[in-house]
DNA sequence: GATTATTGGTCAACATGGCTGACATAAAAC
DNA sequence: GTTTTATGTCAGCCATGTTGACCAATAATC
């Protein structure tokens, strides 16, 4: 910021370009999640039930407060939503076999359809923009999506990657 | 997608791919929204203030109808948070000049600072995530979010782009 | 000039999904 | 045996989206 010099143009472009992108996230977030929530809504449900299905789905097995700490909400917004998704058969829980304390959170196979059909539109969506823009353009996007993380989610985020990883080949 | 033969590792590494690019954008946004939260939280207010600051800061003088088209919420749910705005003088309407039944909408100076405030925490969020990846990377960030929007979105984006243009040229 | 359409607002009611605070229970850890 | 941890639950609050009904001012049209 402090190295750049302000020399009319130049940083007038610089400006117009950091808003371009802090309106397209706006423009891109709305429109991605807009499909899902359409399905969602079929089944009186919203954003916060997806989350949790969608994070259950990627991690079978996962704990409660694992799964807080991806989702960064109370564990009475959580609760709120998962005793939803056990009434209604999309999720079980099962007591943990080291710590019996934990509940075990697996998608039932209701909610891996379901899981998969929200799924589906938003990598479609994907796939489509992907195609438009190129190999090339994929690795930047996901250049800048990872730059504009908090820290700690990008070790979050490698430390997911990295444990997926551990389950396939362990 | 018909056209991609499922050929073992092939499908997998796409299906990881989007999912990736799924769960970037969730995090992406959460912390990319996060800090403006905060500061807006400050002020008793909200996200839905946010964008009706930020889209009026960018185009002085748009109209509600405008703005809605924008936004694509109901009026009644911007009419609470303009009425919000005005009373607390982020905000001034102004009747139009040709329809009288417009109200123009404008930031006060108090409205510009607050707008100024929350744009650079973004921009700042932004600029990082930009010098971090590259230019290079940039415009394929650019393009790939453009492919992730709505086609009537897409035209949107660009018609404000003209217009924008349109407004420092003429 | 009368009718119709547009722009904008208002009131009421409701749902979702965040939040805080308080409290409870079971089990693990020390 | 006490403390800490993992989880859940109840109650209430707030922001922000939704519908539906209705109204006023003004512009546009027949």
Redesign the interface.
């Known amino acids: 910021?402090a190295d750049i010099k302000p020399i009319g143009k130049a940083l007038f472009l610089?400006?117009e370009?950091?808003?371009?992108?802090?309106?397209?996230?706006?423009?891109?977030?709305?429109?991605?999640t807009?499909e899902a929530d359409s399905i969602l809504a079929e089944q009186n449900m919203g954003r916060a039930h997806h989350?949790a299905i969608?994070f259950i789905g990627?991690n079978p097995g996962i704990t409660v407060s694992e799964l807080l700490a991806i989702l960064?909400i109370t564990k009475q917004s959580l609760s709120r939503v998962l005793s939803a998704l056990v009434e209604t058969e999309y999720v079980v829980q099962k007591t943990g076999p080291d710590d019996r304390r934990q509940r075990l959170l697996y998608l039932t196979d209701r909610g891996i359809a379901l899981e998969s059909r929200l799924?589906e539109v938003?990598?479609?969506?994907?796939?489509?923009?992907?195609?438009?823009?190129?190999m090339?353009?994929?690795?930047?996007?996901?250049?800048?999506?990872?730059?504009?993380?908090?820290p700690e989610?990008q070790r979050?985020?490698s430390a997911?990657g990295h444990a997926r990883k551990a389950r396939q080949n362990g």
């Open positions: 910021m610089r400006e370009e950091l808003r371009r992108g802090i309106e397209l996230m706006f423009f891109a977030y709305r429109d991605f807009g989350r969608y990627r960064k799924t938003q990598a479609r969506r994907f796939a489509k923009a992907y195609r438009d823009a190129g090339n353009a994929v690795e930047g996007f996901q250049r800048v999506l990872e730059g504009l993380l908090d989610t979050q985020v997911l």
